[in-house]
C-alpha cells in the first residue's frame, strides 16, 4: 500500500504542476507593437552630391530613424544649399523637422526660415515641405519675405529650394521699407 500511496502522491504532483505551468496562447496581432524610433543619432552631419559637386549640407543634433526608415529631428536641422561652384546660394532651418525617405520629402515645423544668401532675402514661416527630389519648396501657410528694400506676407508659397525662383499663392500686404 505504501507504493500505491507513493504512486498518487507523485501523479497528483504532476498533475498539479503541470496544469500550473500552462500558459495561455496569446494572439500576436492583438500585442502592443513598439512603434518608436530604432535608431538615435547625435550631432548628424549629411553631405548630398550630384556628379561628385556637394549639393546639401545637412546638420542636426538629434535624428531619430524608425522601422520604415523615415525619421524626425526632433530638436530641428540646418540645411545649406551649394551651386556647383562650390558657394553657398541658400539656407534653412526649423525647429523641428520630419523625413519620408521614401519620397525624399522634409517637413519643417516651428519657426522656419529660408534664406537666400545672394539676393538677401529671407522667408518665414511656421511650417515648410522640402522636396529634395524635385529641388522645390512649398507651403500653405502664412509666409512672410523680407527684402532689402520691403516685406511682402501672404498665404502660401512655391520656390525652388534655392529661394530664388518663388511665387507667393495670395499676397496679403507689401510694405516698403525705408531707410
Known amino acids: 500500500m505504501k507504493i500505491k500511496s507513493w504512486i498518487q502522491v507523485v501523479l497528483a504532483t504532476i498533475a498539479i504542476v503541470g496544469f500550473s505551468c500552462q500558459e495561455e496562447l496569446k494572439d500576436p496581432d492583438k500585442e502592443i507593437k513598439y512603434n518608436g524610433p530604432i535608431i538615435e543619432n547625435k550631432d548628424v552631419f549629411t553631405l548630398f552630391s550630384d556628379s561628385a559637386k556637394l549639393m546639401i549640407r545637412m546638420k542636426a ?3 531619430q530613424e524608425f522601422e520604415g526608415g523615415d525619421g524626425v529631428f526632433p530638436k530641428g536641422f540646418d540645411v545649406e544649399f551649394f551651386q556647383r561652384e562650390g558657394a553657398v546660394t541658400s ?6 523637422g520630419k523625413q519620408d525617405k521614401g519620397r525624399e520629402l522634409y ?3 516651428g519657426n522656419v526660415v529660408v534664406r537666400n544668401l545672394q539676393k538677401g532675402e529671407m522667408l518665414e514661416t ?3 515641405t522640402w522636396d529634395r527630389r524635385r529641388r522645390k519648396i512649398f507651403t500653405d501657410k502664412f509666409v512672410k519675405i523680407t527684402t532689402p528694400n520691403r516685406v511682402v506676407t501672404g498665404q502660401g508659397l512655391r520656390s525652388d529650394q534655392n ?3 518663388y511665387t507667393i499663392q495670395k499676397i496679403t500686404g507689401v510694405f516698403d521699407l525705408e531707410e
Request: proline share 6%; glycine share 0%; net charge negative.
Open 107 to 109: 517637413f519643417a515645423q
Open 126 to 128: 511656421e511650417e515648410l
Open 163 to 165: 529661394f530664388e525662383n
Open 61 to 63: 543634433p538629434v535624428q
Open 91 to 96: 539656407t534653412m532651418s526649423a525647429n523641428y
